[in-house]
């Protein structure tokens, strides 16, 4: 049988998960659920061929692609900076933590200008990436600097919690045991960070994949080239065509949902391997 | 709590027997707030000195398409005053808060003002563009909106290709190429006019910037005469952007009868005189010859005589699979 309920010291789990259910339904299911009623307009013929267009394929590649490696490099480098964060005391540091939190503050339109500006050809970074031939704005490129922006704390953010509640004594003892510094690193710091830095990885990547408001200004937004699905959808909608935003809609969030729930998966196999050894 | 809610029955009491407070929503596109921060206040005082009653308008701002958008899903707009008769009519069709025919209902289209598309090229024109031939030689770059997205580029697209039609005996398929070469030129596909306008004006991208005359104007101004000029082509469109009272939302409100009186005032003289200034061309022909300085004359066609209106224009041009869509196919 089905054991849905552990006992545990506080009572009222019927109580919080009822109201959990509730407001996961109102906040999250009800709104998708109406995303996928509106989809179902379409009829399955028209469906395919929204979204296998040349020009709706091409979005995809781009915004998942982009979001993808904008969020692994955001895996190393936010992993660099939560490391820093958590072990080193410096001057500025109160500030350097705040900093991190920007992205998650700033309006993303804001962002989006800023950066846009920054690496325009006559912007302080672009007039020096110019030269080299290097151009970000109105570009693929662009668009993986902007979600690389916004992707940062996500990582930061879950990862250093992790390790500042990791035990130093923990690699004092694998010093003492014998472990070189790359061993402690991979054997000892790696798999208790592991899933935080998963974690970080999806948010990260879910975020890069929606987002819209920074994208726009700093890409040039041409059908076929540096189009994202998000600005596909704000097209349909202006020509008032909701069905057909929504099936766009609908693919963005189903090949998420597989995404994150493969994520979670691999977490959810690589914490119960650890817990059994 | 008693006493206070005395206090708002005593207020609501005496401002029934006194003035009335009016409050009216201005549902408009992006190019209008300076336009419509300066009629507002002319209209408020004329209704005051009219009936004595106060009113007060807010206005929201944004693309044209999102903003019918947000009317349709229930944004209370007394009246909208938009870039483009479809969108009003999607408001009709699809809201059916005023009646299908609601362009016929004030005069010349129900449009009070227009404006056109120019070209602002910067100082000293380097490129020396003229016309719109100048547009699709190689090594211009040209700056304009997505037209999908902003309705001011939907225009813009228009006037291109009257221009090539004219240019070409009425030869589609060379319009048709036209259009692509011109777009070709395009390395940046702002989704609204403002965007587009900071892309050419502050990161310095580009040539020449497609652009409503007005915000050319505009342009000008705010960021300096010294460095830009408009340049006016020998041909381009009338663009007549509407303004329709939304008759059940009004209806619902009770102010159908100042949301009437707001737009018919902008065709009185006052009204016309602030629209000049803010370079929309006025309907009145009298505050158009005082303004002229201001308007080029050049050859302008419109989209019901050229193109057999909105609705048409926009499948055939805009639509999924349509013209447009088709330049960028490989």
């Known amino acids: ?277 | 709590m008693k006493t206070f809610l005395t206090l708002v029955l005593a207020s609501s009491l005496v401002a029934a027997a006194g003035a009335k407070q009016i409050k009216l929503l201005n549902v408009s596109y992006d190019p209008t707030r300076e336009l419509y921060q300066e009629y507002n206040a002319a209209f408020a005082k004329y209704w005051k000195a009219k009936t004595g009653d106060d009113v007060v308008i807010s206005e929201s701002h944004g693309g044209s398409g999102k903003q019918a958008q947000s009317v349709i899903n229930g944004l209370e707009a007394d009246v909208v005053t938009l870039a483009l008769a479809y969108d009003i009519d999607a408001i009709a069709q699809r809201a059916k808060l005023l009646p299908a025919d609601w362009q016929k209902r004030l005069p010349d289209n129900s449009t009070p003002y227009t404006s056109t598309i120019v070209f602002l090229v910067r100082k000293g024109n380097p490129k020396h563009i003229q016309d719109w031939d100048d547009l699709v030689k190689p090594g211009v770059s040209v700056v304009t909106p997505n037209p999908k997205t902003s309705g001011g580029a939907r225009w813009t697209f228009l006037a291109a290709w009257a221009y090539a039609l004219e240019k070409n005996n009425h030869d589609e398929a060379r319009a048709r190429d036209f259009a692509a070469r011109l777009y070709k030129n395009v390395p940046v596909l702002d989704s609204g006019a403002r965007g587009s306008t900071i892309t050419f004006v502050q990161h310095e991208v580009g040539d020449v910037l497609l652009a409503w005359e007005n915000e050319a104007h505009l342009a000008r101004k705010e960021f300096g005469a010294d460095k830009f000029e408009i340049v006016t082509p020998s041909l381009s469109i009338l663009a007549e952007p509407p303004v329709a009272v939304v008759d059940k939302t009004a209806r619902r409100h009770g102010n159908e009868i100042v949301a009437q009186a707001y737009l018919e005032y902008l065709y009185s003289e006052q009204g016309q005189e602030i629209a000049a200034k803010n370079f929309y061309r006025p309907r009145n022909e009298k505050i158009a010859a005082r303004y002229a300085a201001n308007f080029a004359q050049l050859k302008l066609v419109t989209v019901d005589g050229e193109f057999g209106g909105w609705q048409k224009a926009q499948r055939k041009f805009f639509g999924d699979d349509g013209i447009f869509d088709r330049i960028y196919q490989p």
């Open chain 1, 1 to 277: 049988m089905l054991r849905l309920r552990q006992r545990g010291v506080l009572p009222g789990f019927r109580l919080t998960l009822g109201c959990a259910l509730l407001y996961l339904s109102l906040i999250v299911l009800i709104p998708l659920a109406a995303a996928f009623v509106k989809a179902s307009e379409l009829s399955p013929w028209q469906f395919w061929h929204d979204l296998t267009t040349p020009r709706a394929l091409a979005a995809f590649r781009l915004s998942f692609g982009a979001a993808f490696l904008a969020a692994l490099a955001n895996l190393f480098f936010g992993l660099l900076v939560a490391w820093v964060l958590a072990r080193y005391q410096f001057w500025g540091k109160r500030v350097m933590d705040a900093l991190v939190d920007l992205p998650f503050a700033l309006p993303t339109l804001v962002a989006g200008i800023t950066l846009a500006t920054l690496f325009a050809q006559n912007g302080w970074i672009g007039r020096w990436l110019a030269p080299l031939g290097i151009k970000v704005v109105y570009t693929q490129l662009g668009v993986f600097v902007a979600l690389l922006f916004i992707g940062l704390p996500f990582v930061v953010r879950t990862v250093q919690p992790v390790l500042e509640d990791l035990d130093l004594e923990l690699e004092e003892a694998a010093a003492s045991l014998g472990a070189n510094r790359r061993q402690t690193f991979r054997r000892v710091i790696l798999p208790s960070v592991r899933p935080a830095l998963l974690t970080g990885f999806a948010l990260a990547f879910a975020r890069g994949v929606g987002e819209y408001g920074s994208v726009i200004f700093i890409s040039s937004n041409l059908p076929g080239k540096t189009e994202i699905v998000p600005l596909l959808i704000v097209t349909k909608l202006e020509q008032f065509d909701y069905a057909g935003a929504t099936a766009i809609a609908v693919v963005m969030l189903l090949a998420s949902f597989a995404l994150l729930l493969l994520i979670n998966l691999f977490q959810w196999r690589s914490s119960r391997y650890h817990a059994r050894i």
